[in-house]
Nanobody, 126 residues
Framework: EVQLVESGGGSVQPGDSLRLSCVASGLTLENYDISWLRQAPGKGPEWVSAIATGTNKANYASAVRGRFTISRDNTKNTLYLQMNNLKPEDTAKYFC???????????????????WGQGTQVTVSS
């Protein structure tokens, strides 16, 4: 059984940093493209970032580029999202999601992904 467990969220002030983790079991993350998505209350999912298998090429939504960094530690089968200079508009539940072979980068519908976790809440407010 595949499980993805996100952690690292919390309540922080604007300008603070957080590092989210996504630990996988039942599959080897390095073999897949993986994305982070987020969903704010009352809004649809938003794609945040993705990292490619093999090359580890990364891409980011314009709203987070320059502030967030996606990475993975294959020895720990874990995906990370380093979030710096957090803003109130970053408030959302964050999910990691494993791509299917057909999942294009930037997809916002979780049903387009093979697996995703339960999410971790990030709240940014003063």
């Amino acid at each position: 059984e595949v499980q993805l467990v996100e952690s690292g969220g919390g309540s922080v002030q604007p300008g603070d940093s957080l590092r989210l983790s996504c630990v996988a079991s039942g599959l080897t993350l390095e073999n897949y493209d993986i994305s982070w998505l987020r969903q704010a209350p009352g809004k649809g999912p938003e794609w945040v970032s993705a990292i490619a298998t093999g090359t580890n090429k990364a891409n980011y939504a314009s709203a987070v580029r320059g502030r967030f960094t996606i990475s993975r530690d294959n020895t720990k089968n874990t995906l990370y999202l380093q979030m710096n200079n957090l803003k109130p508009e970053d408030t959302a539940k964050y999910f990691c999601a494993v791509h299917r072979i057909t999942t294009a980068w930037g997809m916002t519908d979780l049903d387009e992904y093979d697996h995703w976790g339960q999410g971790t809440q990030v709240t940014v407010s003063s």
